[in-house]
């Protein structure tokens, strides 16, 4: 038996992703503690000046497409399963920023969306400007949402 979990070749890729995912998972929860406590005004000047995007690595298309709907698999992951200091707003800006870096042109929406008992709620989401397709999950299926503010 001994001899059988020897034999066992571990999944890096796996171990990689998930170490990647819990990172990740781990500066969304410090960008929603920055959110909590820091004044408004500066949150939105911070957030529209958009600072990362200076830094950016420019990579050829078919890299940076990869890379686009790898952190769009892995926000869509925070998403189902995130840590307790986590919100749409956080998971939105963590998302901004990694596109950003890869110099992915990405809008930030925020408004309102009704949820599965018909009450609305505040929400925030990340976009692609050309397709409008959504990198976080916009809201519930068959719900319709209305933004108010788009950076």
Same mark, same amino acid.
């Not at 950003?100 to 925030?124: C, F, P, Q, Y």
């Not at 692609?128 to 999950?137: M, Q, V």
């Given at each position: ?8 070749? %571990? ?23 920055? /959110? ?21 690595? *420019? ?22 399963? %995130? ?17 950003d870096l890869i *110099? ?15 009450? &609305? ?16 999950p916009s809201?519930?299926?068959? *719900? &319709?949402? /209305? ?5």
């Amino acid at each position: 038996m001994f001899m059988n979990l020897i034999m066992i070749k %571990p999944n890096l890729k796996n171990a990689y992703k998930f170490l990647l995912l819990n990172f990740l998972k781990f500066v969304d929860s410090s960008i929603w503690l920055i /959110i909590k406590f820091l004044p408004n005004k500066l949150l939105w000047k911070s957030i529209k000046s958009r600072p990362l995007k200076f830094f950016n690595f *420019s990579f050829k298309n078919k890299i940076r497409n990869k890379f686009k709907f790898f952190i769009k698999y892995l926000l869509n992951s925070i998403t189902l399963n %995130p840590f307790p200091l986590s919100s749409c707003l956080s998971r939105s800006v963590l998302g901004m920023i990694l596109l950003d870096l890869i *110099s992915v042109e990405n809008k930030l929406r925020i408004g309102i969306i009704k949820d599965i008992n018909g009450e &609305k709620i505040t929400h925030a989401w990340l976009i692609d400007p050309i397709n409008e397709d959504s990198f976080t999950p916009s809201g519930y299926l068959n *719900s &319709k949402s /209305i933004y108010f503010l788009e950076i």
